[in-house]
């Protein structure tokens, strides 16, 4: 049959008169399809919601001391942990690293939802910004009026964010307490100055990265079964007749393309890898007088992360579903390396400029002394014993003991005398002889 429709020219008007005398059932179809999606969407959308409801937020404080390399160690363990999860199941396996800005200040903090454990992501933020404090609470509530984009390069998934030379690198504290400058800081402030009368929020949601998995087996069989029915609805439309192709002459690719490609496999070897949406938006109850134009002015603050060539610039997309930020679900992403979850979002170093909660007490390296909880005790070295000198030999000059005399230093045992009989014994004492041990009157 196949054999038959591809060697038997088909002209189009028999494939419309094959419609329009079927038309009743095309429409059945078509319609019966349609339900059932819908209604598996709204099954899997209210499911979905409920289970974001029982997510938990770890609010972190910014500690007073913050270095550079924090949040790729932070980003690093971040990637083991998700990397671990099990694969099986429909339940959330992301998270979403938000800043969260309102009237009141901005908190920083980290979605979890239900199947994760929320432990080791608050072990690993303490070890990597030692001081911090983390307390887990229920996630701000982004539910209202949404105004939000999605933030992706325009040379697509793969492209580089962030320049590896580390010359060119900004990082958000110097050793020695130096602060340097931070490219998040434009985003912070953004968020600082126009969180009067709304929410204003960056989410940057994390999955991992898998090069084979099912929905994308699923999305290139779609993409082949398409193909071929565009080949032969080509087939169909186009002039039996035959006629010259012409030949095109082949372009070498330029300089900037192969640089692009180039980063891009050093980027591919450069594991492990998330699958990262980045989201910025405002929430309100009410319409804000131009919120397009204020979300637009806080992504914009990204172009300064943004610095490695080979992005071609960034590109906002308008989120319509609200459903996607309040339940903290995947959009429009990218792949992101360790050290671009780490530029997109750390601990600032002068949190206290953008409202943020400082932890206000330094942190300073303790004894090995120090006692540790579940660990034996460090043995303490023996003290040093003074032994007596012995007896001199020459002639000792006379006077009180302890007035920096020869023998303020003697140390002599205890001389315990005999008890009386009918009286009871005293109490031991020490006795000292005169330095220049005449007998004593």
């Known amino acids: 049959m196949i054999t038959e429709f591809l060697t038997d020219p088909v002209h189009p008007s028999e494939v419309a008169g094959w419609l329009w005398a079927r038309w009743p059932w095309v429409v059945l179809a078509t319609g019966v399809s349609l339900l059932v999606s819908t209604g598996v969407s709204g099954c899997a959308r209210g499911w979905r919601a409920r289970e974001a409801r029982g997510a938990v937020w770890l609010d972190v404080s910014v500690p007073a001391t913050v270095t550079a390399e924090a949040g790729a160690v932070f980003a690093r363990r971040l990637a083991g942990g998700l990397h671990r999860t099990r694969r099986v199941g429909i339940g959330a396996r992301h998270l979403a690293l938000e800043f969260v800005a309102t009237g009141a200040g901005t908190r920083v903090g980290v979605w979890i939802p239900p199947r994760e454990n929320p432990a080791p992501i608050a072990a690993a933020i303490r070890d990597a910004w030692p001081g911090a404090t983390v307390t887990t609470t229920t996630p701000p509530a982004l539910a209202g009026r949404v105004t939000a984009v999605e933030i992706t390069a325009r040379n697509g998934a793969w492209a580089t964010w962030t320049d590896p030379r580390p010359a060119t690198r900004a990082g ?118 131009g919120g397009r134009v204020l ?117 002599l045992p205890d001389f315990v005398r005999r008890p009386v009989r009918g009286r009871s014994p005293r109490p031991v004492r020490r006795t000292f002889f005169p330095t220049d041990f005449r007998p004593r009157p």
């Open 172 to 289: 958000t504290g110097g050793r020695g307490g130096a602060v340097v400058s931070d490219p998040l800081a434009a985003v912070l402030e953004g968020l600082a100055d126009h969180s009067t009368g709304h929410t204003g929020f960056t989410q940057l949601v994390l999955t991992p990265y898998h090069r084979r998995t099912v929905t994308r087996f699923l999305g290139k069989a779609l993409l082949f079964g398409a193909s071929e029915i565009l080949a032969m609805a080509r087939m169909l439309l186009r002039d039996n007749g035959t006629r010259a192709v012409p030949v095109r002459s082949a372009v070498p690719p330029s300089a900037v393309r192969e640089a692009g490609e180039r980063a891009q496999r050093v980027k591919m070897a450069t594991a492990p890898h998330f699958s990262a949406t980045l989201r910025v938006g405002l929430v309100s109850r009410a319409r804000v007088a």
């Open 295 to 411: 979300v637009s002015a806080v992504a914009g603050g990204f172009d300064a992360i943004a610095d490695s060539p080979d992005t071609g610039g960034l590109r906002t997309r308008r989120v319509r579903d609200r459903y996607r930020v309040s339940a903290r679900r995947p959009g429009r992403g990218f792949v992101a390396t360790v050290a671009e979850v780490a530029a997109l979002w750390h601990l600032p170093a002068d949190a206290a400029r953008f409202a943020i909660p400082v932890v206000r007490a330094r942190t300073r390296t303790a004894r090995p002394s120090v006692p540790r909880l579940h660990h034996p005790a460090i043995p303490a070295a023996p003290a040093e014993v003074a032994i007596s000198d012995p007896a001199p030999t020459g002639p000792v000059a006379s006077g009180p003991v302890g007035a920096g005399q020869p023998g303020a230093h003697l140390s």
